[in-house]
């Protein structure tokens, strides 16, 4: 008799206690019937060594499961093999207690049931069948067995699916570490990375755009049969090439959504992937080429702005808008949600990106950032940055 359930230490020390059990009242059965002389010793001997031999085949074969045909098999002919016991002996009626937990471990409790009661009452019969003495307890032993039974298997089912949800959430509750921990190291590795371009972009491709601007000023200025004229031009040169190549450094540090496509590119990803209300994204004017560190951070103020949306303001929809102007860049994230009143709170977006660190990213690359809202009335979160002079990216 296999189990479902997994072989925890209580549930082998519950199944040796029911074999034990079992194995003792036949034996006690047999013991009395050949002490006593009686005129079926024989019949019950053999009787209690056939249901032993059952019993023995069913614990050994692994197909005997719970809810099984294997299983109702057995305790079919297990159940035959006692009631032909209980015919010859009384003392056979003890051993409908086992019964009870096999019967109701093994088939389902809308099957269990049935088969307990009838269980109880064939005992009872045996009763009346060996002329024994009818008294209140000759109803109340087996009926309050069959209870004990009953009450101790459903009770003990409700201790199993208890632990069980307990360790579930314990594997959840691990897994979940485990996962808040991957995604506090891709953030970190994220920000460093946006820290490192920005980084590089203000000092050092600055820098050297600086550097090969003013070169080239100073080989216009030069004569043309002037000697420096030459070193001039290969040192404008060789600033040309390392600005190339701190060029080439931030769009490797560039954040994965930027990676493989454009700024217009990944917004509309973004706004196609955003759970919740309908997104759309526009562009206006003629798009150019923006530096990283704004692609940056127009991305992530638009992904801080609709996880304002998505969590907070109830929309139907959302609007993204790209604007490319003479002299700047704008975007736009309105929704038609609940609203909110900035004197008095304001949204917090649990990815870390607040209003307040919105506005620093503007701020950081010389942009303003302003937000129009008023409750029941939706939110429009507006950033505009000044393009940089071209030579300057």
């Known amino acids: ?20 059990l079992l194995g003792g009242l036949l034996a006690l059965a047999a013991v009395r019937a050949l002490s006593e002389g009686t005129q079926h010793a024989t019949a019950v001997v053999v009787a209690v060594a056939v249901m032993a031999a059952v019993y023995a085949a069913g614990v050994a074969v692994p197909a005997v499961r719970p809810q099984t045909s294997a299983a109702t098999v057995w305790l079919a002919a297990l159940g035959a093999c006692w009631l032909a016991l209980l015919a010859f002996s009384p003392d056979a009626l003890w051993a409908a207690f086992p019964l009870y937990f096999l019967l109701l471990h093994l088939l389902a409790m809308r099957w269990a049931l049935p088969a307990v009661l009838a269980t109880a009452g064939a005992a009872i019969a045996s009763f009346l069948l060996h002329g024994q003495q009818v008294t209140p307890g000759t109803f109340i032993g087996p009926l309050l067995g069959a209870a004990v039974a009953v009450a101790t298997v459903l009770g003990y089912d409700a201790l199993y699916r208890e632990s069980e949800r307990r360790r579930e959430l314990i594997d959840e509750l691990v897994a979940t570490r485990a996962e808040l921990a991957d995604a506090e190291r891709a953030a970190g590795t994220l920000a460093e990375r946006e820290r490192l371009a920005r980084e590089i972009h203000d000092t050092l491709a600055q820098g050297l755009s600086s550097i090969q601007l003013l ?6 200025a030069l004569p043309a049969d002037d000697p420096a004229r030459e070193h001039v031009e290969q040192a404008r040169r ?9 060029r080439r450094f931030v ?15 990944a917004l509309e990803r973004l706004c196609a992937a955003t759970p919740g ?8 004017g003629t798009p150019v080429e923006l530096p990283t560190p704004y692609e940056v951070a127009l991305l992530r103020i638009a992904q801080s702005a609709l996880a304002n949306t998505v969590q907070h303001a109830a929309a139907g929809r959302a609007e993204i808008t790209l604007s490319f102007m003479d002299t700047s860049v704008a975007l736009d994230v309105v929704d038609d949600g609940r609203g909110f009143d900035p004197a008095e709170r304001r949204p ?3 990815s870390g990106f607040g209003l ?9 690359l010389g942009g ?23 030579g300057a990216r």
């Open 1 to 20: 008799m296999d189990s479902a359930r997994p072989h925890t230490p209580v549930a082998a020390l519950l199944r040796l206690c029911l074999h034990a």
């Open 215 to 220: 070169l080239r000023a100073a080989e216009r």
């Open 238 to 246: 060789a600033a040309q090439d390392n600005l190339a190549e701190a």
């Open 251 to 265: 769009r490797a540090l560039t954040p994965p959504d930027l990676e493989h496509g454009s700024l217009s590119g």
């Open 277 to 284: 209300p309908a997104v759309q994204f526009g562009v206006s």
């Open 348 to 350: 917090k977006d649990t």
């Open 356 to 364: 307040p660190a919105m506005r620093s990213r503007a701020q950081s």
């Open 368 to 390: 303003t950032l302003s937000v129009e809202t008023a409750p029941g009335q939706g939110t429009a979160v507006a950033i505009t940055l000044p393009l940089p002079v071209a």
